[in-house]
């Protein structure tokens, strides 16, 4: 092991972690996860074309590859002239794919809440919109938190594909690392080890909401 | 209405017509639930809807607030609103309908991610617009009436299924409606916590709030009731005061129920 390499290389790869992978991460889940509520309630709207758009579209997402979907987005759309930079192609990439997954998420945790909930919402004035806002996202919600937070996690491991439209990110950095100094297998279990970091932290996290959010549930 | 009692009946004129429900009809498929039923209550009077399970008790009650659109007929209350059911119902109509009644379920249905007191201010402050802090006074003592102050804090599965019932029924108090609508709310709880929730309906009775409750309590409908409307294969088979409908029931049919329930077997 060249400790010496590890250590210099240990601050430009978490740094690309740091700048690129986090922000990119808490980008698209953000931006992923309200697409992924607007196409859940078009599931559930009982409207059949908006049931049959939202449909297609998580069908799309799931049946292709990410790293397909993100070459659409960077190297495929310039030839019909849409040129978008590496970081927003990633952003945009990532966000749509999320949210394909993510809806599928809410819309199960959303028909998980008992009926008799929407109608304790409406007998005390509710119209559908507060009930749903009020009563039944916040029950929702916690049965969503552990299966969105697999997404997540797996979110921060997928934006090292971004390393290949060029994004400047923990992954980029390592393979840059790599590339000039030949040691393929230091830099990469070192990258590895850092996304495992990053992982582990989320996944404490994971668990104190999911504790916040079992406080009004007998254990 | 003084701001000091939390929940007041409204003024009442006895005998004045609150609400009336015409020829409500439903079907589920090819399974007619209610077969032009007709419906009404006068300000401060207690109906009790009894009769065998599918008999079409509760849906009557459901279509008095549109959580059960009814295929035709229409309910109407005193100073609107007067919805028909004969065409298509929009949503504005269902809540206008809604504004004038609330609700005690047979499963309480509280919302578990709130505490007792939120539980209880929610349909007020969210709904009603009306100041917090106000509406957190009247649920205090709304709640202290049904011995429940103490546990304001609390989330709904720290507490007993009769003290969620009790819960359940200040919620609807909160709301101040002109009318509450119980669906068997004792059908859930165990045979000892019954009588904790029917006491708390029949003080309710006696102040002179207007409700209809689908029960299966006989004793309790014989007590608290003005009139017992007796309801078979969506049809109302007898209607009048408990003790006739209850004790010299005019109908075969409910005769067989009432021997029935006195003699389970």
Request: a neutral charge; one cysteine or more; hydrophobic letters at 45%.
């Amino acid at each position: 092991m060249d400790w010496e390499l590890f250590r210099s290389s240990f601050w430009p790869i978490l740094r690309g972690g740091l700048t690129g992978t986090i922000p990119l991460t808490l980008m698209s889940f953000v931006l992923g996860l309200a697409l992924a509520l607007v196409l859940a309630l078009m599931r559930i709207s009982g409207k059949r074309l908006l049931s049959g758009i939202a449909r297609v579209y998580i069908s799309l997402v799931r049946g292709t590859p990410l790293l397909v979907q993100l070459f659409i987005v960077f190297y495929g759309l310039p030839s019909i002239g849409v040129v978008i930079p590496p970081w927003p192609s990633a952003v945009i990439a990532f966000s749509l794919n999320v949210a394909g997954y993510a809806a599928e998420i809410l819309r199960a945790a959303i028909l998980s809440v008992p009926k008799g909930q929407w109608e304790a919402g409406h007998t005390i004035g509710m119209s559908r919109r507060r009930t749903l806002r009020r009563i039944i996202l916040p029950q929702a919600a916690r049965v969503s938190v552990p299966p969105l937070s697999n997404t997540f996690i797996s979110l921060v491991k997928d934006t090292s594909l971004a390393s290949l439209i060029l994004v400047t990110e923990l992954f980029r950095e390592a393979e840059q690392i790599a590339a000039f100094s030949q040691e393929f297998m230091l830099l990469y279990l070192e990258a590895a080890l850092i996304y495992w970091v990053f992982c582990f932290v989320l996944a404490a996290g994971q668990g104190a909401l999911e504790k916040r959010l079992d406080r009004y549930v007998i254990h | 209405m003084s701001s000091t009692d939390p929940a007041p009946a409204r003024t009442q004129t006895p005998g004045e017509v609150l609400l009336s429900a015409t020829g409500l009809q439903k079907s589920f498929g090819s399974n007619m639930v209610l077969r032009s039923i007709d419906l009404t209550v006068c300000r401060g009077e207690v109906v009790a809807l009894v009769g065998p399970s599918g008999s079409g008790k509760t849906t009557v009650l459901r279509s008095l607030n549109g959580l059960e659109v009814p295929d035709g007929g229409t309910v109407a209350f005193d100073g609107g609103p007067s919805v028909n059911f004969g065409g298509a119902v929009s949503g504005r109509e269902l809540s206008a309908l809604r504004d004038r009644s609330a609700m005690v379920f047979q499963q309480y249905n509280l919302f578990p991610h709130m505490t007792v007191l939120e539980n209880v201010i929610e349909g007020p402050v969210q709904v009603q617009k009306r100041r917090r802090a106000e509406a957190v006074q009247d649920a205090e003592k709304l709640l202290d009436r049904v011995g429940l102050l103490a546990k304001k804090d609390q989330y709904p599965f720290e507490l007993s299924g009769g003290q969620q019932q009790r819960v359940g029924i200040v919620r609807a108090l909160a709301l101040r409606p002109d009318l509450l609508l119980f669906d068997e709310p004792t059908s859930a709880l165990d045979p000892e916590l019954v009588g904790e929730v029917l006491k708390v309906i029949k003080d309710l009775a006696e102040e002179d709030w207007t409700m209809v409750i689908v029960t299966h309590e006989m004793a309790f409908a014989r007590e608290v009731a003005d009139e017992v409307v007796f309801m078979d294969g969506g049809v109302v088979v007898e209607r009048g005061h408990p003790d006739q409908v209850l004790r010299n029931p005019k109908h075969e049919r409910t005769r067989r129920f009432v021997q029935r329930l006195l003699h389970p077997f």
